[in-house]
């Protein structure tokens, strides 16, 4: 199972609307998947449980390199068909 955390902001509207699209990209696409979303204040705390954060390129810069987490990075948030190849590419 993967591991796949969603990172925006706040951590409420952005990040909870792209985790509700990833789960539904997932199950299109046959990926065994647990996802969460949370603020980039929180981030650091789920990465150690994390193999794949999707994030916009302002977070991704900032997020700390732990461990093996892979950081895809996806312009528009909420693009569900940007999400789905972002998702696609890091997964392969």
Not at 12 to 41: H, P, Q, R, W, Y
Not at 60 to 70: D, E, F, H, R, Y
């Amino acid at each position: 199972m993967l591991n796949i955390l969603c990172v925006c902001g706040n951590g409420m509207g952005t990040s909870t609307l792209m985790k509700v699209n990833l789960k539904k990209i997932c199950v299109n696409n046959g990926i065994d998947a647990n996802i969460e979303s949370c603020a980039f204040g929180e981030a650091t705390a789920h990465l150690m449980m994390t193999d794949l954060v999707i994030t916009s390129p302002e977070w991704a810069s900032m997020l700390p390199q732990i461990g093996k987490v892979k950081v895809a990075v996806t312009k528009n948030l909420i693009d569900f068909k940007g999400m789905e190849t972002t998702l696609i590419d890091a997964v392969r």
